[in-house]
Nanobody, 115 residues
Framework: QVQLVESGGGLVQPGGSLRLSCAAS????????MGWYRQAPGKQRDLVALITTAGRTNYADSVKGRFTISRDSAKYTLYLQMNSLKPEDTAAYYC?????????WGQGTQVTVSS
């Protein structure tokens, strides 16, 4: 079992930046894939970015060139650097970790982009 705790969300103006963190309660080395998803009110939860143990990354088209996902196995932490934020990036952001049959989610952190 592992707990994932997201932090770093908040209110930011369009064009601003935020860095989200997802702290795991144990080593993340065993997770083949970790990722960030987001869900806006009334919409489905969508993939934002993924990263594998090998460091391969995948991004939603809407965030390519603006967001960067990274993981620090030594700190048990997943990050999402978000630059050039847009109002349409407003959502609750969730951390996900997958390894074998295990699939874990954090509780989410709210990101609001508004002037």
């Amino acid at each position: 079992q592992v707990q994932l705790v997201e932090s770093g969300g908040g209110l930011v103006q369009p064009g601003g930046s935020l860095r989200l963190s997802c702290a795991a309660s144990r080593s993340i080395f065993s997770f083949n894939t970790m990722g960030w998803y987001r869900q806006a009110p009334g919409k489905q939860r969508d993939l934002v970015a993924l990263i594998t143990t090998a460091g391969r990354t995948n991004y939603a088209d809407s965030v390519k060139g603006r967001f960067t996902i990274s993981r620090d196995s030594a700190k048990y932490t997943l990050y999402l650097q978000m630059n050039s934020l847009k109002p349409e990036d407003t959502a609750a952001y969730y951390c996900n970790a997958v390894g074998g049959p295990d699939d874990y989610w954090g509780q989410g952190t709210q990101v609001t982009v508004s002037s």
